[in-house]
């Protein structure tokens, strides 16, 4: 068996020695035990050899002839448990950076599945290296949006859940015109914290007033909201030797869509009156008009998001990570 430090036998309770300040490793052996001190190398792989080096190199096993049989296996066990967990730590470290399915840039099925699947397994992670934070749930803090021509809505702490379920139905990538193309459909469900302030003619049908100042907490299902926009994006050459792409998503225009909006809300106050009972029936009622006149602004805040993760994903992996061809003679310097 294998044990980690200790300063006494666990079977027979005689005293041992084990040093757990060492800079590397120092198997200890009593007889039927191996003890091992604190490990501190700098992967599992040099801890393996170096455990081999100082029992075969020390003659350790000449020492203990009797139980030579025991004591190899227990080395081997060592060694296999920690080749295996050096090979598992390798491929966690490689990441999804290093795990991209890698197409040909004129299959857009392929590069559509490839991008969406990288989304997915980004998912509650996100991606430390590349600054791309977890994307399901999404947290947001103080996002704005001015609906009805003066009403500002502020989620002040909000999540934002389905983003990693999203279908990427096209990826086109045309590098002589230099454009990109996404269409993206997804489910998503908004809750959070929600303040209400400023003044529109639009709302004093419903509530009597045209002002309005309130809080309350909400939430709002999209049901097959769908994206479709174009965007410049060229290959460039980084100081690593490596190809990325460069894009550019400000003032692009895009086409949407939403199939069916369901809000749902508790305690909505304006001054001390609840009005959560008069508004979410409306707004569930009204909820295709009610897009045509604040949809734009909600999917311009939603392409805030997109955008940025989007950006750091192609600008932050190199394009041998995910496409086959060499992209050279396209780079734009």
Same mark, same amino acid.
């Given at each position: 068996?294998?044990? +980690?430090?200790?300063?006494r036998?666990?079977?027979?309770? %005689?005293?041992?020695?084990?040093?757990?300040?060492?800079?590397?490793?120092?198997?200890?052996f009593?007889? @039927?035990?191996?003890? !091992?001190?604190k490990?501190?190398?700098?992967?599992?792989?040099?801890y393996?050899?170096?455990i081999?080096h100082?029992?075969?190199?020390?003659?350790?096993?000449?020492?203990?002839?009797? +139980? $030579?049989?025991k004591i190899?296996?227990?080395?081997? &066990?060592?060694?296999n %448990?920690?080749?295996?967990?050096?090979v598992?730590? &390798?491929?966690?470290d490689?990441? =999804?950076?290093?795990t991209l399915?890698k197409?040909?840039?004129?299959?857009?099925?392929?590069?559509?599945?490839?991008?969406?699947?990288?989304? $997915?397994e980004?998912?509650?992670?996100?991606?430390?290296?590349?600054?791309?934070?977890?994307?399901?749930?999404?947290? =947001?803090?103080?996002?704005?949006?001015?609906?009805?021509?003066?009403?500002?809505?502020?989620?002040?702490?909000?999540?934002?859940?389905?983003?990693?379920?999203?279908?990427?139905?096209?990826?086109?990538?045309?590098?002589?015109?230099q454009?990109?193309t996404?269409?993206?459909?997804?489910?998503?469900?908004i809750?959070?914290? !929600?303040t209400?302030?400023?003044?529109?003619?639009?709302?004093?049908?419903?509530?009597?007033?045209?002002?309005?100042?309130?809080?309350?907490?909400?939430?709002?299902?999209?049901?097959k909201?769908?994206?479709?926009?174009?965007?410049p994006?060229y290959?460039?050459?980084?100081?690593?030797? +490596?190809?990325? &792409?460069?894009?550019?998503?400000?003032?692009?225009?895009y086409?949407?869509? =939403?199939?069916?909006?369901?809000?749902?809300?508790?305690?909505i106050?304006?001054g001390?009156?609840?009005?959560?009972?008069?508004v979410?029936?409306?707004? +569930?009622?009204n909820?295709?008009t009610?897009?045509?006149?604040?949809?734009?602004?909600?999917?311009?805040?939603?392409?805030?998001?997109? @955008?940025?993760?989007?950006?750091?994903? &192609?600008e932050?992996?190199?394009?041998?990570?995910?496409?086959?061809?060499d992209?050279?003679?396209?780079?734009?310097n």
């Amino acid at each position: 068996m294998v044990q +980690n430090s200790v300063d006494r036998c666990a079977e027979c309770g %005689t005293d041992l020695v084990c040093p757990m300040n060492l800079p590397t490793v120092s198997p200890v052996f009593h007889d @039927h035990i191996i003890y !091992v001190t604190k490990v501190t190398s700098p992967s599992p792989f040099l801890y393996s050899l170096e455990i081999l080096h100082l029992i075969t190199g020390a003659g350790v096993l000449e020492e203990f002839p009797k +139980n $030579r049989g025991k004591i190899e296996e227990e080395i081997m &066990f060592v060694f296999n %448990t920690v080749l295996v967990a050096s090979v598992l730590l &390798f491929k966690c470290d490689a990441g =999804i950076v290093d795990t991209l399915q890698k197409c040909s840039i004129k299959n857009d099925e392929c590069m559509s599945a490839s991008f969406q699947k990288s989304v $997915r397994e980004i998912g509650s992670d996100g991606i430390p290296e590349l600054d791309i934070p977890p994307i399901d749930p999404m947290h =947001i803090q103080n996002a704005s949006v001015v609906i009805l021509g003066g009403i500002t809505v502020t989620i002040t702490e909000g999540v934002v859940k389905g983003i990693s379920k999203c279908q990427i139905k096209k990826l086109h990538i045309d590098l002589d015109k230099q454009v990109g193309t996404q269409e993206v459909l997804c489910d998503l469900t908004i809750k959070g914290h !929600v303040t209400i302030g400023g003044s529109s003619p639009t709302i004093k049908g419903l509530l009597g007033t045209s002002s309005i100042d309130g809080n309350g907490k909400g939430k709002v299902k999209l049901d097959k909201l769908y994206l479709n926009f174009d965007f410049p994006i060229y290959p460039i050459k980084k100081e690593d030797g +490596n190809t990325y &792409f460069k894009v550019f998503y400000e003032n692009v225009d895009y086409k949407y869509d =939403i199939e069916k909006a369901t809000f749902a809300a508790e305690k909505i106050l304006i001054g001390k009156d609840d009005i959560t009972q008069l508004v979410v029936p409306y707004l +569930n009622t009204n909820f295709k008009t009610l897009m045509k006149n604040i949809g734009k602004n909600l999917m311009d805040k939603a392409m805030e998001y997109f @955008h940025d993760f989007s950006k750091k994903y &192609f600008e932050g992996i190199p394009t041998k990570n995910y496409i086959t061809e060499d992209l050279s003679d396209y780079v734009k310097n």
